[in-house]
Each structure stands twice: as structure tokens, then as C-alpha cells.
T-cell receptor
Framework: RKEVEQDPGPFNVPEGATVAFNCTYS??????FFWYRQDCRKEPKLLMS???SGNEDGRFTAQLNRASQYISLLIRDSKLSDSATYLC??????????FGAGTTVTVRA | DGGITQSPKYLFRKEGQNVTLSCEQN?????MYWYRQDPGQGLRLIYY???????QKGDIAEGYSVSREKKESFPLTVTSAQKNPTAFYLC????????????????FGSGTRLTVV
């Protein structure tokens, strides 16, 4: 079983829509959680950390469910510029981050 | 501006050839990492280093070698023993190994795309 699993999508949504997707992780001892954004053929960039109480950053909301071992990302009022692949990242031990394969979101005009 | 610089952006390797990918950072980060990314897969850790003159194997170290002679530099050599080297290689750094959680995350370089010809 992969350490981090994501629905690859793609999620095709119109501008202004809300889109949400989840990521599951296998290690119940995982301590830190992140969402990274990766544009086509570019490097990943940190979008936001995910905290136990849930957190927002503008139009982006991240949630953590430790009991069910998943994290989620919700994007409100989608913009064309939100089109990207979103990587779920989990800190599974003291030194390593484990990456999901990514969920692709395409926002259309 | 501080950041991580990877070079070259594109690299072509012939069968049986060793090639070296450069990674330089001026963020004063202690920890550095090499990952490879293949289509439809998550990033996989090749090697990491938490301090000068020390480095550890990651999950897929076979066919690769690294050095960490300076804090700023962490070059990766893809040897002829690596049978499937075509991939997107990403170098990353963090303040130290202990602070890749707590909101710090990684800073990535822009990557090197290696192709076997």
C-alpha cells in the first residue's frame, strides 16, 4: 500500500466553482501534513500546511481527519490560475516527506 | 534573493555514461535532498544530507551517488548502474531535518529533466 494516495483526477471545473479533493495516508503516526502545488513541468511549491484544527488561506481550506487518516483541500471561487497539480505531502518520520502522485485540477473559462 | 539553483535544466545521457546534476542553495539550509519524479508517481527520495560530509540513502539510492563537501552544494551523479534514469530530478532543502514539519516544508529547485538517448 502506498504511504500517500490521491485521486489523480482530473477535476474539470468552471471558473467560480468550488472544488474539493482528499488524500489518504497509511502511517497513523504521521505528524505533519502539507499541500504543495505543481505547475506543468515545474517544481512543487508549498501551498499550505495542514493543522489539526483545520486552516484557511484565502480561498483555500485544508482539513485533517486523523481518525480516518485523510486530509482534504477545498478551493473556493476557482480561478483559471488555480489550474495545477496538487500534491499531498505527509511527514512520516523524523526526516522524510512522503509525496502523493498528485490531483490535477483544470479550471475552464 | 535566496533560493536553490539546479543545472542543467535539460540533460541527455548516452547508455553507459555517468552524468552529474548540480544543486546549489544560498538559503543557509543544513538539510538537502534529491528526489526523482516519474509520471503518475509521487516524488521518491534518492539521497539526503543533514550536514556537510554526511549523507544517507533514501528509498531508491541504487545507481546514484552524492557528495556534500560544502553546505551550499549537493551534486547528484547518475551512474551507468541506474538502468532507468529518464526522469525529472528535484533538489530540495530545509532549515534542518527536524524542521521539515511545523509549517516549514521544503524549498525546491526548478529541476533537471534527464533523458537517456
Amino acid at each position: 500500500r502506498k504511504e500517500v494516495e490521491q485521486d489523480p483526477g482530473p477535476f474539470n471545473v468552471p471558473e467560480g466553482a468550488t472544488v474539493a479533493f482528499n488524500c489518504t495516508y497509511s502511517n497513523s503516526a504521521s505528524q505533519s501534513f502539507f499541500w504543495y502545488r505543481q505547475d506543468c513541468r515545474k517544481e512543487p511549491k508549498l501551498l499550505m500546511s495542514v493543522y489539526s484544527s483545520g486552516n484557511e488561506d484565502g480561498r483555500f481550506t485544508a482539513q485533517l481527519n486523523r481518525a480516518s487518516q485523510y486530509i482534504s483541500l477545498l478551493i473556493r471561487d476557482s480561478k483559471l490560475s488555480d489550474s495545477a497539480t496538487y500534491l499531498c505531502v505527509v511527514r512520516s518520520n523524523d526526516y522524510k516527506l512522503s509525496f502523493g502522485a498528485g490531483t490535477t485540477v483544470t479550471v475552464r473559462a | 534573493d535566496g533560493g536553490i539553483t539546479q543545472s542543467p535544466k535539460y540533460l541527455f545521457r548516452k547508455e553507459g555514461q555517468n552524468v552529474t546534476l548540480s544543486c546549489e542553495q544560498n538559503l543557509n539550509h543544513d538539510a538537502m535532498y534529491w528526489y526523482r519524479q516519474d509520471p503518475g508517481q509521487g516524488l521518491r527520495l534518492i539521497y539526503y544530507s543533514q550536514i556537510v560530509n554526511d549523507f544517507q540513502k533514501g528509498d531508491i539510492a541504487e545507481g546514484y551517488s552524492v557528495s556534500r563537501e560544502k553546505k551550499e552544494s549537493f551534486p547528484l551523479t547518475v551512474t551507468s548502474a541506474q538502468k532507468n534514469p529518464t526522469a525529472f530530478y528535484l533538489c530540495a532543502s530545509s532549515i534542518d531535518l527536524g524542521r521539515i514539519g511545523n509549517g516549514y516544508g521544503y524549498t525546491f529547485g526548478s529541476g533537471t529533466r534527464l533523458t537517456v538517448v
